[in-house]
């Protein structure tokens, strides 16, 4: 029960882009920049401890603190003296979503066709949640595609898993009536998330003190949504672009 308690307390927190405790101590050290600019040896486990304890509405728990300090020191994400180590910023690399600015088109959309038995349902969600981290969008319950060629990183996922009897690949310059840039913003919810950013610039534009942690959370959270397509497929007035010079810039 509390190593739900503090999940919860860590994906509320987060907005999800965190999932357990030893994510979180990075975030914190990099976000607040706590650990990287405080001299050697004054940043203590206790204040460590208070910290992360009211960033996520917890009770402090010194021991808990020390087993996540612990172990980020084993797998090498942090020093003795409590700095973000090498290891500990490519850890984040790989957490946190990274932008990209917006390329042109091909004028192709990939597809990724399959009808998986319920034997191997495991193995199905599997490639959707392989789909989805490389950007794919549902078009139907099992069709997926995208504006970029993937497909090479598909049939890798599809060669380990043994799904070759299942899925088909495909890749066309039209689908459907409708216009491309009118499909993607249906698949994808591009109206909500430039919704997200034009909030986002609002909001951030207008503070005289910025909080860094939320800035960071806030900006992060909708990156994390945003499937950053190629320039032609994005509404006209999408502000991605300008959300992220924008938070380059406060940060």
Same mark, same amino acid.
């Given at each position: 029960?509390?190593?739900?308690?503090?999940?919860?307390?860590?994906?509320?927190?987060?907005?999800?882009?965190?999932?357990?405790?030893?994510?979180?101590?990075?975030?914190?050290?990099q976000?607040?920049?706590?650990?990287?600019?405080?001299?050697?040896?004054?940043?203590?486990?206790?204040?460590?401890d208070?910290?992360?304890?009211q960033?996520?509405?917890?009770?402090?728990?010194?021991?808990?603190?020390?087993?996540?300090?612990?172990?980020?020191?084993? &797998?090498?994400? #942090?020093?003795?003296?409590?700095? @973000?180590?090498k290891?500990?910023?490519?850890? /984040? *690399?790989?957490? +946190?979503? %990274?932008?990209?600015k917006?390329?042109?088109?091909?004028?192709?959309?990939?597809?990724?066709?399959?009808?998986?038995?319920?034997?191997?349902?495991?193995?199905?969600?599997?490639?959707?949640?392989?789909?989805?981290?490389?950007?794919?969008?549902?078009?139907?319950?099992?069709?997926?595609?995208?504006?970029?060629?993937?497909?090479?990183?598909?049939?890798?996922?599809?060669?380990?898993?043994?799904?070759?009897?299942?899925?088909?690949?495909?890749?066309t310059?039209?689908?459907?009536?409708?216009?491309?840039?009118?499909?993607?913003?249906?698949?994808?919810?591009?109206?909500?998330?430039?919704?997200?950013? &034009?909030?986002? #610039?609002?909001?951030?534009?207008? @503070?005289?003190?910025?909080?860094?942690?939320? /800035? *960071?959370?806030? +900006?992060? %959270?909708?990156?994390k949504?945003?499937?950053?397509?190629?320039?032609?497929?994005?509404?006209?007035?999408?502000?991605?672009?300008?959300?992220?010079n924008?938070?380059?810039?406060?940060?």
């Amino acid at each position: 029960m509390r190593n739900k308690k503090i999940r919860q307390a860590i994906l509320k927190t987060t907005k999800g882009i965190a999932s357990h405790l030893g994510e979180f101590l990075l975030m914190e050290a990099q976000v607040l920049e706590t650990i990287l600019t405080t001299p050697a040896g004054s940043m203590t486990m206790s204040n460590l401890d208070r910290r992360i304890s009211q960033r996520l509405g917890l009770s402090p728990n010194f021991r808990r603190t020390q087993n996540v300090v612990s172990q980020a020191k084993k &797998k090498g994400w #942090i020093s003795n003296d409590l700095k @973000l180590t090498k290891q500990g910023e490519k850890r /984040l *690399k790989e957490i +946190f979503p %990274s932008y990209q600015k917006p390329k042109k088109w091909n004028g192709k959309w990939y597809l990724v066709i399959f009808d998986i038995p319920e034997k191997l349902k495991y193995k199905r969600d599997l490639l959707r949640q392989k789909l989805k981290q490389l950007g794919f969008g549902q078009l139907q319950q099992s069709v997926w595609i995208s504006p970029r060629n993937y497909l090479l990183n598909v049939a890798k996922i599809i060669e380990t898993y043994n799904l070759g009897d299942y899925v088909i690949f495909s890749m066309t310059e039209k689908i459907g009536l409708e216009r491309s840039q009118d499909l993607a913003d249906r698949i994808w919810k591009l109206y909500r998330i430039n919704q997200e950013y &034009k909030e986002f #610039i609002e909001k951030y534009s207008s @503070l005289e003190k910025i909080p860094k942690f939320e /800035l *960071k959370i806030d +900006f992060l %959270s909708i990156l994390k949504k945003d499937p950053q397509l190629p320039s032609d497929l994005l509404p006209s007035d999408w502000e991605g672009e300008t959300a992220f010079n924008l938070y380059q810039k406060l940060t």
